[in-house]
């Protein structure tokens, strides 16, 4: 927080008042980034004539399967193919292998309404779904699965996480640079935190009762210090006029 200014006639555009739990008013001016348009030349979809994201994320079918280790339990997704979960010792895997699912269907950004899931545009991911797993004792279902793909500018594929929200149906979230291109999908642009000035937003009255106090507080604090200079000065005279006479050589 600054000193308080004079209360304005038109507040700017880049000021906003808010108030604290105590009703006390402040004046905040917001960064040029919150009240301006982002930097750089707009991103529209609509100009986008690269490849779909199913056509991006086609080499996957080809490549490696991915794994990811979490507890006791390693992951296997194979895309476009199945996801399965097994326990691995010393390379080996021990004991039954459970198949989370089978490859169904895959999120249509082409598609009328799919495109009325805006879950998917909020928050940047493209989905697939496997279903028809090994059946779950908990709930008798087969077990099911939606796999989650963000962009990761160099990150190559692999699996960040494994879910399971509710039993027997998990959600594995892959990061992947295929992705990052397509403009549904790559992330928007980083702005680094920029600070807000706030100070108390004062009445006419406030303000000339504020500036009172401040003349009236330098006021006192000169006073103070200059009563120390003179204390200060009274000791240096009363040390100099007790000082012993000097003894003359013999």
Same mark, same amino acid.
């Given at each position: 927080?600054?000193?308080?200014?004079?209360?304005?006639?038109?507040?700017?555009?880049?000021?906003?008042?808010?108030?604290?739990?105590?009703?006390?008013?402040?004046?905040?001016?917001?960064?040029?980034?919150?009240?301006?348009?982002?930097?750089?030349?707009?991103?529209?979809?609509?100009?986008?004539?690269?490849?779909?994201?199913?056509?991006?994320?086609?080499?996957?079918?080809?490549?490696?399967?991915?794994?990811?280790?979490?507890?006791?339990?390693?992951?296997?997704?194979?895309?476009?193919?199945?996801?399965?979960?097994?326990?691995?010792?010393?390379?080996?895997?021990?004991?039954?292998?459970?198949?989370?699912?089978?490859?169904?269907?895959?999120?249509?950004?082409?598609d009328e309404t799919a495109k009325a899931s805006k879950q998917h545009q909020l928050r940047r991911y493209h989905s697939q779904s496997y279903v028809n797993g090994s059946r779950c004792d908990l709930t008798g279902r087969a077990r099911e699965a939606e796999v989650r793909f963000l962009c990761e500018e160099g990150a190559g594929d692999y699996i960040a996480r494994v879910d399971e929200p509710q039993s027997c149906s998990y959600v594995l979230t892959v990061h992947t640079t295929r992705i990052c291109h397509h403009p549904f999908?790559?992330? =928007? @642009?980083?702005?680094?935190? !920029?600070?807000? $000035?706030? #100070?108390?937003?004062? =009445? @006419?009255?406030?303000?000339? !009762?504020?500036? $009172?106090? #401040?003349?009236?507080?330098?006021?006192?604090?000169?006073?103070?210090?200059?009563?120390?200079?003179?204390?200060?000065?009274?000791?240096?005279?009363?040390?100099?006029?007790?000082?012993?006479?000097?003894?003359?050589?013999?």
């Amino acid at each position: 927080l600054t000193a308080p200014v004079p209360p304005a006639q038109h507040q700017a555009e880049d000021v906003v008042t808010v108030a604290s739990r105590f009703k006390q008013r402040y004046e905040c001016r917001l960064p040029p980034a919150a009240v301006g348009p982002p930097p750089g030349p707009p991103r529209d979809p609509r100009l986008y004539n690269g490849s779909g994201v199913a056509e991006l994320l086609r080499p996957m079918g080809t490549a490696p399967c991915l794994l990811k280790t979490k507890d006791w339990w390693t992951y296997e997704f194979c895309y476009g193919r199945h996801i399965q979960q097994y326990h691995l010792e010393e390379s080996e895997i021990k004991g039954d292998i459970l198949v989370l699912g089978y490859y169904q269907s895959a999120f249509d950004w082409d598609d009328e309404t799919a495109k009325a899931s805006k879950q998917h545009q909020l928050r940047r991911y493209h989905s697939q779904s496997y279903v028809n797993g090994s059946r779950c004792d908990l709930t008798g279902r087969a077990r099911e699965a939606e796999v989650r793909f963000l962009c990761e500018e160099g990150a190559g594929d692999y699996i960040a996480r494994v879910d399971e929200p509710q039993s027997c149906s998990y959600v594995l979230t892959v990061h992947t640079t295929r992705i990052c291109h397509h403009p549904f999908l790559r992330p =928007s @642009p980083g702005l680094a935190p !920029q600070p807000i $000035r706030c #100070q108390p937003a004062l =009445s @006419p009255a406030q303000y000339v !009762q504020y500036v $009172r106090a #401040q003349v009236s507080d330098t006021k006192r604090k000169v006073e103070e210090i200059s009563e120390e200079l003179r204390t200060l000065d009274t000791r240096l005279w009363s040390d100099r006029d007790g000082e012993p006479p000097s003894q003359s050589p013999e």
